[in-house]
């Protein structure tokens, strides 16, 4: 090839290179409790529909396979040497995770939590799927709705440091001698949203409390296993088994009568948002201060309250009459 041709091609690719788009990829995580939930896969459906629907942003769903905060501790540490945009956590713990996302914002990553929070050191914004009060209130009253005579009831949790499961217990037992007099909690134990823990737990609590009329089971992983062990040690008609289920996976306990109602908000918004809401802190389209209003596209906007958080809707209860029609969605 002669000198000018030479020089020719050079600069023609030197113009291709000058004349392709930057990517501006926005890389958010959405670092759940463990893999393996229903409930966090029906968020990373929401996750993934929100960065389709904005474009040029990657989701990275991934999670440990236990529900622990070392677990959660050694990933936000490998996605901080990845150098992702972003991380939406919904947290194990919320104080054990605070050093290693407070690093993350440091090196220039947005940090919000989702689901269940980390301590407000920890992250810029925090995502409720609804009111924490409503949501305590929810669940005892979906067992006492049942049980007009009240009695003995317990609660399946998930792990014990879990801040979302915590917060609604707390919220659940400050409204009990008031408004549910006659509804007695026997006991809360955790099943660490593990479906073996959980069942081990189930029949320990039945094995503990022969009068136990309902197990309250605030996670979607404990409610279904609760349910089974109902169902499989024949006390469908003596303890009802109601809490926080995903219509999917659930149906067939309402199906059986070994639950009379659950319930539960839209996963799939759920983790919508949540992109929605890391993308536009991650670019600088909102800020993360009390007051301000994010956009969260086709669900609609949130306000952040003093201490950055907000909440979105109500829960929806399901019972025989309409939970045929939400397991086919989430
Ligand atoms: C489980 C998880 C999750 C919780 C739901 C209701 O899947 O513990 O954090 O929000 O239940």
Known sequence: MSLLKKLAVTAALASVLIAAPAVAQTKIALVVKSLGNGFFDAANKGAQEAAAEIGDVEVIYTGPTTATAEGQIEIVNALIAQNVNAIAISANDPDAL???????????????????????????????????????????????????????????????????????????????????????????????DDSVKSTNEANGLIDTYPDLKAIIAPTTVGVVAAAQVVTDRGLIGQINVTGLALPSEFKQFIDNGSSQAVALWNPIDLGYSAVYIAHQLATGAATAEPGATISIGKVGEITLADDLSAAMAAPFTFDASNIEEFSTIY
């Open 98 to 192: 605070v050093p290693a996302l407070k690093r993350a914002m440091e090196r220039g990553i947005t940090v919000i939590s989702w689901d269940s929070g980390v301590a407000p050191e920890g992250r810029s914004v925090h995502l409720n799927p609804s009111d924490t009060d409503l949501i305590g209130e929810t669940i005892i009253k979906l067992a006492a709705d049942y049980l007009p005579e009240g009695g003995d009831v317990a609660i399946l949790s998930a792990s014990s440091t879990a801040t979302n499961q915590n917060a609604w217990i707390e919220a659940a037992k400050a409204v009990l001698p008031e408004k549910f007099a006659n509804i007695n909690l026997v006991a809360t134990v955790y099943g660490d």
